[in-house]
């Protein structure tokens, strides 16, 4: 059967299903950083990212956070309910990493208490600059009571991970959510939650288990991501 494929990303892929309500996302082998200007291909990273994805949201499933999640499909796939992804990228930020210390100055590994809720327009062309309330507003993506829920929603799911990681002595450093709008106007957490799109550093140290791995050429990335699957017991 040939699938229609309705959308491909960065890493992953999205098919119709005949279920209009639902689709099927496939997660790629391939790898970008620094809004696609580096790219590479890496052997089982699609299949090994679905396994932490499923890990994560299952884990979200158990503290009543609502995903888009329908079935996992193989290993390498997944039913998904179909939504309208929001264009907004919502970063939270335990410690300062990446763009917020190129960008700001924040040292490396500066701890943010309260947790730092940022959100970045998803527009590759713009290159996702980080937005402002006020921005989102007047640029009509959301309600300003939608945009609320998502930085609570946000900041719950932090909560649940970051204490879940530092039980197994995994520091979640930042990480970034997308969420989606469904036909009945629900807003649910969408996407994917994995090392490429977390950092997780062995607690007590900045020593990354993530894409960080890739971006600053520190070694083997699958080797990095296989380490933290075995640290917290995620079969591949
Ligand atoms: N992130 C992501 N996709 C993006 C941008 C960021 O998944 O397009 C994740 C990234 O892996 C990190 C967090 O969001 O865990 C914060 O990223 P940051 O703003 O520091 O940007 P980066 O260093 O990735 O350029």
Redesign the pocket.
Known sequence: MMLTMLYEGKAKKVFATNNPQEVIIYFKDDAT??NGEKKDVFFDKGRVNLAFTRYFFELLHSHNIKTHIVSFIDDVSLKAQKVNIIPL?V?V?NYA????CRRLGFQKGLEFTPPLCEF?LKDDSLG?PILCREHIRYMNIIEEKELTEIEQTALSINKALFEHMDSFGVTL????LEFGKTTEGEIILADEISP????FWIKGTMESL??DVY?EEKGDLISSYKKLANILGIKL
Do not use: L, Q
């Open positions: 950083a620094f990228e970063v930020r990493a990446g763009s917020i970045y996702d450093a930042d990480f970034k490429d799109t977390c950092r993530d894409k971006r």
